[in-house]
């Protein structure tokens, strides 16, 4: 069972699915919707997450896509894709265990920053991974 919630506790959320697709994504929309020179995320199956408190802020950041975040303290919690109706990727740093659910790879390495180094050994694809 994955935990999680904003910073401020106003929204908690749980899925009782295991994670899939841990990623570090560099995409200029992930950092300038979160505010950070990356963003570790995980998907899980929708079905399988529900809100425990609070409600989310929604907002369409850009076409197919709806992210949401704490409207109290501002956490960014949610990534969700039309094109992927079945998943919902949530921020790793929002679980209550980060440190359960390591990034495994990083993705849109071609938009990264370039004084940002990667050099954890991980995976890395200059766009999403092969597959997707």
Do not use: N
């Amino acid at each position: 069972m994955l935990t999680g919630g904003c910073y401020c506790g106003r929204v908690r959320f749980a899925a009782d699915a295991p994670a899939f697709h841990e990623t570090v994504c560099h995409c200029a929309s992930c950092r300038r919707a979160v505010g950070a020179a990356s963003v570790a995320w995980l998907s899980v199956k929708r079905a399988s997450f529900r809100l425990t408190a609070g409600e989310p802020i929604r907002f369409r950041s850009s076409p197919g896509v709806t992210r949401s975040f704490c409207g109290t303290c501002g956490t960014s919690l949610t990534y969700e894709a039309e094109a992927y109706p079945d998943e919902l990727d949530l921020t790793i740093a929002s679980l209550d265990d980060p440190d359960a659910v390591p990034p495994k790879d990083h993705t849109q390495a071609a938009e990264r920053l370039r004084w940002t180094s990667l050099a954890d050994g991980l995976p890395v694809h200059p766009r999403t991974r092969p597959g997707r």
